[in-house]
């Protein structure tokens, strides 16, 4: 099943250990384990967003197999008064509606918490540290469901219901929650709002509650939205204005693909002439949906794709195209566990130096790295802003837990300036510069970036031939080694300027901290959190969380001024602790990996223990 | 074998605006023919892909299509390279081997008021990118596709391609035991509105292809047999000068009539088949005794299985269809091109973010 944390993992930063009578309130994981394809999404992301409807800190994650229907899902709800809300290994309530996997997701029960088990299950409960709970799904499902496909799928409403009960979750907070999930549709609200509180009535005549743990309502939520990062990649890149997508179905990418389906036939089609700003292609492969995308990025249009890992490495060899010919794409990277097809449904943060040096010969690309859903909608705009200013691919590098899973957050910002379409000749530009003064490769202003003209624009002197092969300041094919070497030169120079271009780290230093963290991406949330308990145990630590590639010079700096630095990520090859070992080699020494890679996102408890076992000199 | 009448190229120049008519030849948009020339060829000498790239001038400089607003895409390969060496006044994109289709299916639907012409050759297509190729033709992008085609990889001298015809020799490769893919056959199972075939040995029945070409609606596949005279040439190659000049056999005798055109050609009634094309050109088909019907889908099958299976070096319009609507179509695009709309389009205002904010509440 999940994943046997062995080491003895220590509470949540924020839980004391209260003694066997106090109420839990607000501060505990459900652990849901059901079939996939059974309906359990819609029961699950109710009992979410009714719970941050509350009030109360929330996350939830999803760990599902690469299957479509039958195999084990798991649904972990985090509750944090506190707002920590990264994952945690194991969970004090266990709802078990899987006969497949109940014996194990007994065993994982936290002591002290609750095992609630649909009632045909037949397992030993042997443990005197449970509070049991069997519900009779099936027959409150086909008591009160005549369709027998419904019948399975409310039969999920069944524990939201007597959890409900149980925890002392308003149903109008339910009903709330579902008239979101069904987008308003009275039908279905009522279908799944009828099994809710019939379940809710059975509970409480039927169960006697043993457990500590209950809901109470908060206000740490108002004013915040819940959204998957997906979406939030999706919304970003249309208020980006992107205008042509090409992609390719892959686990966990298609939801960015789904977001601009969504969004954009609402918000992007012009009021007056009825006609759309945009067009989506679904393309044969990934390599194909690359090369459209530079297609569109050459004639001007602002072009995106999205995939994952396979598909990243078919678009190899026109990332290096693009790099080199110089036309501006933007590729998000969702990433999931590799190698090969790897685990197509669980995290990783495995492609960082793969997108940071995709292609052949010397190339290198800028890397996005969001570490929330704030930042996927930050950085699908500021991505096009990049790639056009810089006219060069650009990756966003996000991964299947910020992706696929939701996550609260504050509204999202409008952007904060105007498109910057970067350095593109006019008609007019032309005419004033006259005969020779335009060459598309022509480092004028020595930030390593030539202007260009785009195709279709009506001058004499406006065109230019586009190849991947040498090239002279003029366009022209050329094997001359002092053209070619100007012309990497000069892409460096372009590289510096990107790495001054690029989002800043978000960098806190601690007084007295010897200890430092960086890390990036998704991990933030557990990091935060371990920062935390890692300080009560007398260790202090500073953090920097890296924001995009090509490593900032604040770094170096950063590492300068701390006795041990930990790299933290998702990864087996320690893959950014390597680049920073490169970026600040005088330190590389103090530099050390802090690396895990399961496929489960990293908790907060396996970086502070590793962390503190490294400073004890214990391996 | 019969013999078919020679193609009637294209009818009229338009006369050159008075003023000008005196010092220089100029066409419809007052450009000399100068305007659409390219670099110096690299190719050897005698290569059919330069017949090409100069049947391609004259095409563009006869129906005054503006080199602005025409873009020139290539793969990777002899074929590719020949994009520069015709209209240094279009953009022009050499990509990828193989992956023009993708490249030409973003760039023209960025910007969908553009014309393409695409050159790429038979390892391009019909190899590393065969798949790209049937994709492109599915989404029908307006452009005309031309297949320089050789039977064999020139620049990495002289290896059998995927149209190389079942027992073929080359010097190093020796013999072909392996059927050839006909990229006429591929683009018209893939639903292609344009499938032609034509022969660089013949200059004026490639320009009025190119013509056509350039007014359909969507793809338009010119599968143009071009001798690569240092590796495939001998006389006994199918794909040689001596071959196709021996045996090339024209299925029609056609007219292509620019939308600015008066119709010249004098045809008895019933003899005459019209086409007409998107863009208000017309085809004028003449109707031989047992002629070829090219918007007949199955009898422009039977005639390339025909071909096939008597190796026949047949030449011409093999199927048009004008009624499928194209990817910008589709697309629904209006007016601006894509890549040509201001912020004000492409960035939604304010209120509508704030609005979606609050649902997600």
Redesign the interface.
Known sequence: MIVAEVESAPQAASTSTPDEQTPVVNDFCINVATKNGSGSATANTTLLRALFKMGIPVSGKNVFPSNIQGMPTWYTIRLSKDNYIGRRPNAEIVVAMNPATALEDHQKAEPGGVFMYADDIKIPLNRTDLSYYPIPAKKLASENETDPKLRTYVANMVYVGALAQLLGIDLLDIERALLYHFRGKRKPVETNMKVVKLAAEWAAANLKKTDRFRVQEMHATDGMIMIDGNTAAALGAIYGGVSFVAWYPITPATGVADGLNEYLPRLRIDPETRKPSYSIVQAEDELAALGMVIGAGWAGARAMTSTSGPGISLMAEFTGYGYFAEIPAVIWDIQRMGPSTGMPTRVSQGDLITAHWLGHGDSKHVCLLPGSVYECFEFGWRAFDLAERLQTPVFVLSDLDLGMNQWMTRPFDYPDQPMDRGKVLTAEDLNRLGIGGFKRYKDVDGDGIAPRTLPGTEHPLAAYFTRGTGHDENARLSERPEDWEGNMERLTRKFETARELVPRPVEERVEGAQVAIIAYGSTDFAVSEAREMLAKQGIKTSYMRLRALPLPEEAKAFVAAHEHVYVVEMNTDAQMCQLLRLHVPEAAAKISACNHNDGMPLTAAWISTTIVKKEKGIH | MTTVPVVKPVTTTPPAPAATRAAKKVNIIGLERI?YKG?DSTLCAGCGHDSIASQIITACYEMGV????L?KLSGIGCSSKS??YFM?????????HG?M???????????H??HGIGVSGDGDTGSIGL??FI?MLR?NVRMVYIVENNGVYGLTKGQFSATADLGQELKHAGKNELPPIDLCMEAIAAECGFVARGFAGDPKQVVALIKAALSHRGTAVLDIISPCVTFNNKDESTKSYAWGRARDERINDFTFVAPQDEIKVEYGPGEMKEVELHDGSRILLKKLDQGHDPTDRLAATNLLQDARDHQLFITGLIYVNTERQN?AEH?????V?????P?S????P?E???K??AA??
Do not use: Y
């Open positions: 305007d670099a503006r080199p602005e607003n873009i994009p520069a240094s006044r279009s953009f022009g994109i050499n990509t990828l992956r289709a993708p490249v030409a299916t973003g760039a023209l639907t960025a910007n008021k553009l798949g790209n994709h989404r990817l697309e629904d695009l209006g007016d091109p894509l890549a040509r709309m912020e389009r492409l960035r939604p304010r509508s973010l704030q979606i904010m997600m509440a």
